[in-house]
């Protein structure tokens, strides 16, 4: 059964179309990444599916749960924090927690066995406000545990934490995923959704542009990395090369996209154009060459691809 | 049965830990004290029944304006702080945040109200004085059923403003600037054309200086004010039944009450 599904689902502010028709299926299980730069609408979206934020149009079900009251029932079985910890200042962490708590029905050991598992046992007395960011987060991962719920929608964990405090969180998170838990976690941070989801949908201006596991994503093509002496005349090559499925500069040269794995035919395809290569690799394709590629950051030539690699 | 429980554990425990909540009402109960206990002021020790339009007056003036500015401290920083955001998404729905704000208002008026009564019967309690007849007339349980309407009214004003603005120190400042301009431009106004004075008359503030005025309830304390009057060629003072401003008060209660709801639903968080 999906947990979460969403069919055209569309926010529009005022001055921007924050969320456009977003149509995502989030199955049973799934650790699934909502990846996109700031500003995409994940936040919005997230919203929306926890009640704050009313959809301009279209619809969501979670747990198979459509009208009002039935997604309240829902969201009892649901774990959430959006955006930044939104806690009391002035309570202390264990005292937030038991407002929390009261609301979900949930009793006082519980409250003790997540500051356990999240380290926080012994600063529990202590005021919010008194919390270093890493805290604060943890704290809010502490919060979405506490009714055992079948989902936990975390937004941007990471956001703010040095590197410690991210494997901290990645470590919950697999905790929380061996545990059989279903997680939807927004990010805009690639590597964080590629060492930690199993699924992804990357997001773009409220749209969304590609989805999958991280496997389809990031594999179905070939991609290799081309240097030449002038890259105006390389790209142009590139672009016309009807293997091509994308293109675009990196540090380390053009990197282009093949339908197919033979790169022999591209490099006599370049020579036969009279250009002559000082560079020509195979490339393990990374999330973010299929970030790049799907949000269009580098010309628009990825989404062409696009429906080519979803499906 | 069970959400209200929760509603009520939840709101108490978010008021009773937070400074500004003791802070609010301990500076309530030495204004009450002083006003009750100090030399001349207050009561006039005269004992039941007499005592209570002693009792109720300065409360009546200061409770409302205190119980206001504690529920937009109490309410207005839940935006802010996107704890209302994470209440409803640990549960709650939107109208029930809304709801729990209502019951702490009522929770709070209780509060003021009770604490006004037991504060101003204390001289009583220490020294019993004199007195006779009834403990309490007709007249004292009108004056103390306005007491609970001006709380209302302030108070849900609060709750409405708190709702819309979504800040405390601005809330307080709309709040308190609205009263004042309110005074001015009637002022102003009713001195050039005295046919708005009847319109004027149930605007909320110039309700709430109604229902708080003693004159209104008791007919000594408005012939006494009029004989003053009287003496220096002033026009003397007319109330309506008193009926009308309570009815008109608790209409705009209602009127806030139904505002902030309706804020409420349509707004995202
Ligand atoms: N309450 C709001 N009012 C107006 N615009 C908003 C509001 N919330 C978000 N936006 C806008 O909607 C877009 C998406 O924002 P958001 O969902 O927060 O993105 P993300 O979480 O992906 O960074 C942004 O352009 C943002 O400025
Ligand atoms: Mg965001």
Same mark, same amino acid.
């Given at each position: ?311 | @049965? ?46 039941? *029944? ?7 007056? *300065? ?68 020294? *019993? ?9 007709? @007249?004292?349980?009108?004056? @103390? ?94 109330? *309506? ?29």
């Amino acid at each position: 059964m999906a947990v979460i599904e969403t069919a055209e689902l569309t926010k529009r502010f005022p001055a921007v179309l924050a969320v456009d028709r977003v149509s995502l299926t989030v199955e049973q299980g799934q650790v699934f990444g909502f990846l996109g730069p700031n500003g995409s609408g994940k936040t919005t979206t997230i919203g929306m599916l926890m009640g704050i934020i009313k959809p301009t149009a279209g619809s969501f079900r979670l747990f198979g749960a459509g009208a009002p009251r039935d997604l309240l029932a829902a969201r009892a079985r649901v774990g959430a924090t959006l955006e930044t910890p939104n806690f009391y200042p002035y309570l202390s962490g264990r005292d937030n927690l038991r407002i929390a708590a009261a609301i979900k029905g949930i009793g006082k050991a519980r409250i003790e066995e997540c500051l356990e598992i999240v380290g926080l046992r012994g600063r529990g007395k202590h005021r919010f406000r008194t919390y270093s960011l890493g805290m604060k987060q943890r704290l809010a991962l502490a919060a979405t545990m506490l009714n055992d719920p079948e989902l936990i929608v975390l937004d941007e964990p990471a956001n703010g934490l040095d590197p410690k405090g991210m494997k901290e969180v990645r470590d919950i998170i697999r905790l929380l995923a061996d545990r059989g838990k279903t997680i939807f976690l927004s990010s805009h941070l690639l590597w964080e959704v590629e060492r930690t989801c199993t699924h992804v949908s990357i997001v773009r201006k409220g749209r969304v542009v590609g989805t999958g596991t991280v496997a389809e994503i990031v594999g179905g093509e070939v991609t290799a990395v081309v240097r030449s002496e002038d890259d105006e005349v390389l790209r142009a090559a590139l672009e016309a090369f009807p293997e091509a499925t994308s293109v675009r500069a990196s540090d380390e040269g053009l990197v282009v996209a093949l339908a197919s794995d033979d790169l022999a035919a591209l490099n006599r395809y370049l020579a036969g154009q009279g250009i002559y290569v000082s560079h020509l690799a195979r490339r393990h394709r990374s999330l973010e060459d299929a970030f790049m590629d799907l949000t269009g950051e580098d010309g628009d030539v990825g989404q062409a691809s696009l429906t080519e690699f979803v499906s | @049965m069970r959400l209200l429980g929760v509603l009520v554990r939840v709101e108490a425990l978010k008021a009773v830990k937070r400074p500004a909540f003791w802070v609010t009402v301990g500076v309530f109960v030495a204004f009450s004290a002083i006003a009750n206990f100090a030399p001349g002021g207050g009561s006039e020790r005269a004992g039941f *029944p007499d005592a209570w339009r002693g009792i109720i007056e *300065p409360a009546i003036n200061l409770g409302p304006v205190f119980l206001a500015a504690l529920m937009i401290l109490l309410f207005a920083p839940e935006f802010r702080w996107r704890t209302a955001r994470q209440n409803v998404i640990d549960g709650l729905s939107k109208e029930q945040f809304q709801w729990a704000k209502v019951l702490l208002l009522a929770a709070l008026a209780a509060l003021f109200f009770v604490t006004s009564l037991v504060i101003g019967t204390l001289p009583f309690v220490l020294d *019993p004085g004199g007195g006779g007849g009834a403990f309490v007339e007709p @007249m004292d349980l009108n004056y @103390m059923l306005g007491f609970v309407v001006a709380l209302l009214l302030w108070g849900t004003a609060a709750l409405m403003i708190s709702a819309l603005v979504r800040a405390a120190g601005a809330g307080l400042g709309l709040l308190f600037l609205y009263f004042i301009c309110e005074q001015i431009v009637t002022a102003l106004l009713s001195s050039r054309w005295s046919a708005l004075e009847r319109f004027f008359a149930y605007l909320p503030g110039q309700l709430f200086q109604t229902i708080t005025n003693s004159a209104v309830y008791y007919p000594e304390v408005l012939a006494r004010t009029n004989a003053a009057r009287a003496e220096r060629d002033q026009e003397l003072l007319v109330y *309506p039944d008193l009926w009308i401003p309570l009815v008109a008060a608790t209409a705009y209660v209602v009127l806030f009450l139904g505002l902030a709801y309706v804020n409420m639903r349509r707004r995202d968080l």
